[in-house]
């Protein structure tokens, strides 16, 4: 009995060395963790515009009594009251019935994915500032491997744009990469880059993020330092970013969901 | 009220992915004996576990969890493919020439005799003996009881003795050690 297992340990064993995992299966796993919070991210705004429009309605309905009171004769001795539902509805704060801060900047567009001709030139742009940074070379050919700890870029390549910036998927051994860039007239010029297992240690559109600052780091109804600060964030606050980057005053800037713009550099963690 | 697996972070997960990516590739890969199905197989089991919320932290519970629902996603899988109809890929080329030749020559008939098992019989033994899992684990992974794993384990190891006669035993021994 003992030999028979010992030979179907064996032939076990054998028989993982030989289904070797991918090189970058750790990348591949949370990459596509991250994609999957997109769609429950999705189903809570849905719940959020749901619940608006019933406040909204019930304002409404609220406004229409008001407005059938003030048409009918008032009773002898019975004031009504002076406040129109036009007037409430002018108190109500700029911010609009999702929670969102409402976007007056009308060039920023929607994040979208990256064309094949923009990540070729992204990662070309990209991938040696980024090895540098990380102290590590490139994997050319090789993968990154347990004692191979290089820079690579996973295929298919996978990246997005916003306003004239954008930031696409690297990996080095154990975990993925996002590097992030500016575009101007001359091309695609290279920011940074930051590499982790989950999300959280650096903004991407459609995921939770944290703020990393000393004190507080604000927020602007539009990216560009000179735009009005909406709010003032606190370390660790956790976000969920909506739209971006925008490159705007020498920086890249994020949306946040209810919160405004915020400059990329508090939102990523420290190298 | 939002539950911990349902926090934004997520943080939890990242080290159980750094642990137990490959190891679960490795279960799934045995027991599914197809490359691709056994990455989209540990992608949704990792998915599962981050989505649900009565998903254990605790890194030895968790990895319970996750190889049942491996072995789960590996049946549904394996019901597919024989309604599909396509043929079972036993023998998976390796990417090392040498390791293949070694593999090849070290026991392929052992290799053909455990292909011969039925499903629960293959997983009781590449939990039992591809794993080191103890009874009671490999009862848990498989969501039986474990005087069953027992049975399983032990019913397989008979069919396997019946399969190899004693000399090929011995043979196959010598060559592979």
């Known amino acids: 009995m003992n030999a028979l297992e010992d030979r179907v340990r064996a032939q076990l064993l054998a028989e993982r060395q030989a289904a070797a995992p991918p090189p970058d299966l750790e990348a591949q796993l949370l990459y596509a963790l991250h994609r999957s919070e997109v769609p429950a991210r999705r189903a809570g705004i849905f719940r959020q515009v749901v619940l608006a429009a019933a406040v909204v309605g019930f304002a409404s309905l609220v406004a229409f009594g008001f407005s059938r009171l003030q048409s009918r004769p008032a009773p002898a001795g019975h004031a009504i009251p002076t406040a129109s539902a036009s007037e409430s509805a002018s108190a109500t704060p700029t911010v609009s019935a999702s929670g969102s801060v409402s976007p007056s900047a009308t060039a920023i567009a929607a994040a979208r994915p990256a064309t094949a001709d923009e990540l070729t030139a992204m990662v070309g742009a990209g991938k040696p500032g980024a090895e540098r940074d990380l102290g590590i070379r490139d994997c050319g050919s090789s993968q990154p491997a347990p004692g191979n700890d290089c820079f690579a870029v996973p295929s298919p390549q996978r990246g997005t744009i916003g306003t004239e910036a954008g930031y696409f998927l690297g990996a080095r051994f154990g975990s993925g990469c996002w590097v992030y860039l500016y575009h101007d007239s001359g091309g695609w010029h290279y920011v940074n880059v930051r590499c982790g297992q989950a999300t959280g240690y650096a903004p991407t559109v459609g995921a939770d993020d944290q703020v990393y600052v000393t004190g507080c780091a604000n927020t602007r109804t539009t990216p560009g330092l000179g735009s009005p600060v909406v709010d003032c964030l606190p370390n660790g606050t956790v976000v969920h970013l909506t739209n971006g980057p925008a490159y705007s005053d020498g920086k890249l800037w994020w949306r946040l969901q209810g919160h405004g713009w915020m400059a990329h550099d508090f939102l990523i963690s420290p190298a | ?177």
């Open chain 2, 1 to 177: 009220m939002t539950s911990q697996a349902e926090e934004g972070g997520k943080a939890w997960i990242e080290p159980m992915v750094r642990q137990l990516a490959r190891p679960a590739f490795q279960l799934a890969m045995g027991l599914v004996r197809d490359r691709e199905a056994a990455e989209d197989i540990v992608q949704e089991a990792f998915l599962r576990a981050m989505q649900n919320r009565r998903t254990p932290h605790i890194a030895e519970e968790f990895r319970l969890w996750l190889y049942r629902v491996i072995v789960n996603l590996v049946r549904d899988h394996q019901r597919r493919r024989a309604r599909e109809r396509r043929p079972t890929l036993w023998v998976t080329p390796s990417t090392d020439p040498a390791i293949e030749a070694e593999r090849l020559i070290g026991d392929q008939r052992l290799a053909e005799a455990i292909q011969r098992l039925t499903q629960r019989e293959r997983e009781a033994i590449q939990l039992r003996f591809g794993e080191d899992a103890s009874y009671g684990d490999t009862a848990r992974i498989m969501g039986t009881r474990e005087s069953t794993a027992r049975v399983l384990v032990h019913r397989a190891l008979d069919k396997l003795r019946a399969s190899l006669s004693s000399q090929e035993l011995e043979e196959g021994w010598r060559i592979s050690t």
